[in-house]
């Protein structure tokens, strides 16, 4: 599956409005030293923003492919908090846990 990386995307619904609302958002924090096509390798427990202001994190990620002893979080992967969503961009050419 693609990595994911900082401003890649997540969507889903955020529960902290007094009805749920769709939400589109991004991977906001970012390893500090590794990087994929220019933006830093998102990992385990990255905090994401929806368009509403509203914040998720990782909780899902490669337990095979470490960054600074995080597991690198993957096209799919969850995020939740208020928001509750996934995972939809990645990198075009660095795969994780690929098994082709």
Not at 68 to 78: E, I
Request: aromatic share 4%; charged share 15%.
């Amino acid at each position: 599956m693609e990595n994911c990386r900082h401003y890649d995307i997540s969507i889903g619904t955020c529960h902290c409005h007094n009805c749920c609302i769709a939400y589109t958002g991004i991977i906001l924090t970012h390893s500090s030293n590794n990087f994929d096509n220019v933006r830093g390798d998102a990992r385990l427990y990255e905090l994401h923003i929806g368009g509403c202001g509203h914040t998720g994190i990782n909780i899902s990620a490669s337990m095979d492919t470490i960054d600074n002893k995080r597991g690198v979080t993957r096209l799919y992967d969850q995020v939740v908090g208020c928001l509750i969503g996934i995972n939809i961009t990645g990198s075009e050419n660095t795969k994780v846990n690929d098994v082709s």
